[in-house]
């Protein structure tokens, strides 16, 4: 696991990608195992949403939005359309790496993720997230950008550990 960034500079600009490259894989196993949330299996699936989306392109619906000062991936969001449904899609992974955390780079990251979803013709953000004591500031994050808990099913990742299911509706939120 990589603490620190690399190749960046004081003066390095941010830049976002919308593509992955083969080199994305390990950066998001790293920015997902710096926060310290998630078990081993779901890193793994952090990384396999990446690796699908190489080797298919969009047709493997994971679509990426990716935050980068020089060679380093600070943070990245990862949504897509649900199927058979019109206008709805997941918001399946928001994750800042640790040593970027508390600027701002969530937010930016959650508000373009919605841009290109309404831009998509999204109406619908569902998010799932844990209901662990652990992620109250993650839930208290999607609250306070217009997401509500929608569902609750006790149990659902562990015993204690129930899964919020969020929702915010992009027709009725301003760009």
Same mark, same amino acid.
């Given at each position: 696991?990589?603490?620190?960034?690399?190749?960046?500079?004081?003066?390095?600009?941010?830049? /976002?990608?919308?593509?992955?490259?083969?080199?994305?894989?390990?950066?998001?196993?790293?920015?997902?195992?710096?926060?310290?949330?998630?078990?081993?299996?779901?890193? +793994?699936?952090?990384?396999?949403?990446?690796?699908?989306?190489?080797?298919?392109?969009?047709?493997?619906?994971?679509? /990426?939005?990716?935050?980068?000062?020089?060679? /380093? #991936?600070?943070?990245?969001?990862?949504?897509?359309?649900?199927?058979?449904?019109?206008?709805?899609?997941?918001?399946?992974?928001?994750? #800042?790496?640790?040593?970027?955390?508390?600027?701002?780079?969530?937010?930016?990251?959650?508000?373009?993720?919605?841009?290109?979803?309404?831009?998509?013709?999204?109406?619908?953000?569902?998010?799932?997230?844990?209901?662990?004591?652990?992620?109250?500031?993650?839930?208290?994050?999607?609250?306070?950008?217009?997401?509500?808990?929608?569902? #609750?099913?006790? +149990?659902?990742?562990?015993?204690?550990?129930?899964?919020?299911?969020?929702?915010?509706?992009?027709?009725?939120?301003?760009?």
């Amino acid at each position: 696991m990589t603490d620190e960034p690399r190749a960046t500079g004081p003066g390095q600009p941010r830049v /976002f990608r919308y593509e992955v490259l083969p080199t994305d894989v390990r950066a998001v196993r790293e920015i997902v195992e710096s926060t310290g949330f998630f078990r081993a299996d779901e890193i +793994d699936v952090a990384e396999e949403l990446v690796q699908d989306r190489l080797a298919e392109g969009p047709e493997s619906g994971y679509h /990426f939005v990716l935050a980068q000062r020089g060679e /380093f #991936v600070e943070g990245y969001a990862c949504y897509g359309h649900i199927a058979c449904t019109l206008a709805s899609y997941d918001l399946y992974w928001i994750a #800042v790496h640790r040593c970027c955390q508390g600027q701002g780079l969530g937010r930016v990251l959650l508000a373009e993720a919605e841009r290109l979803i309404r831009q998509s013709g999204g109406q619908r953000i569902y998010v799932e997230t844990s209901g662990r004591p652990q992620y109250a500031p993650t839930r208290a994050f999607y609250e306070h950008f217009g997401y509500r808990a929608e569902a #609750v099913l006790a +149990d659902f990742y562990a015993p204690g550990d129930d899964k919020v299911v969020y929702v915010k509706s992009l027709t009725s939120s301003r760009p």
